[in-house]
T-cell receptor, first 111, second 115 residues
Framework: DAKTTQPPSMDCAEGRAANLPCNHS???????VYWYRQIHSQGPQYIIH???NNETNEMASLIITEDRKSSTLILPHATLRDTAVYYC????????????FGKGTKLSVKP | DAGVIQSPRHEVTEMGQEVTLRCKPI?????LFWYRQTMMRGLELLIY????????DSGMPEDRFSAKMPNASFSTLKIQPSEPRDSAVYFC?????????????FGQGTRLTVV
């Protein structure tokens, strides 16, 4: 599976947008970008995924660059409950590809 | 649906004892995963089942670890004999389909402490 690179930590003010970057320069054409998060002491939670188009759901937006070598997860109005470790993962779609977690980004939302 | 259910939530055992962790996936999900999480190593994939068949067990650390999925609604992860370095949080996850591009749902985990 392709590797991803994320900053180890980020801070964000409550109510502001949180923009979490991810580099995946070796991504293959059939690999999707997934984002999960893990709030302290809980299991990881799916947020969003995409292939090449930008995606939006009730939790977040995913912006993927045209060359697909990087992406940004956007939490439009971060709350204290969004404090968590955010994982960016790439895996083949429509296959038995596994979810391999890296170290993620620890997002701290501050009042 | 109650989600992925793991039991027990917490387990404390003595070194050398057998430990069995249990997982009930979401009904209708075909894929099941076992992960281990520690501060040092993060989230590690141990084994992956599809339609009750182990597909990839390359993450299982050693022969002391074994996993089974006797039917679509139940899986176990067994450690025998347990060692202090097995102390970790063990997560089970399930996913609807092998050929669908879908997300995985995780349980709340079992915190294992081996003393």
């Amino acid at each position: 599976d392709a590797k991803t690179t994320q900053p180890p930590s980020m801070d964000c003010a409550e109510g502001r947008a949180a923009n979490l970057p991810c580099n995946h320069s070796t991504i293959s054409g059939n690999e999707y970008v997934y984002w999960y998060r893990q709030i302290h002491s809980q299991g990881p939670q799916y947020i969003i995924h995409g292939l090449k188009n930008n995606e939006t759901n009730e939790m977040a937006s995913l912006i993927i660059t045209e060359d697909r070598k990087s992406s940004t997860l956007i939490l439009p109005h971060a709350t204290l409950r969004d404090t968590a470790v955010y994982y960016c993962i790439v895996r083949p779609g429509g296959s038995q590809g596994n979810l391999i977690f890296g170290k993620g980004t620890k997002l701290s939302v501050k009042p | 649906d109650a989600g992925v259910i793991q039991s027990p939530r917490h387990e404390v055992t003595e070194m050398g004892q057998e430990v069995t962790l249990r997982c009930k996936p979401i009904s209708g999900h075909n894929s099941l995963f076992w992960y281990r999480q520690t501060m040092m190593r993060g989230l590690e994939l141990l084994i992956y089942f599809n339609n009750n068949v182990p597909i990839d067990d390359s993450g299982m650390p050693e022969d002391r670890f074994s996993a089974k999925m006797p039917n679509a609604s139940f899986s176990t992860l067994k450690i025998q004999p347990s060692e202090p370095r097995d102390s970790a949080v063990y997560f089970c996850a399930s996913r609807p389909g092998r050929w669908l591009n879908t997300e995985a749902f995780f349980g709340q985990g079992t915190r294992l402490t081996v003393v």
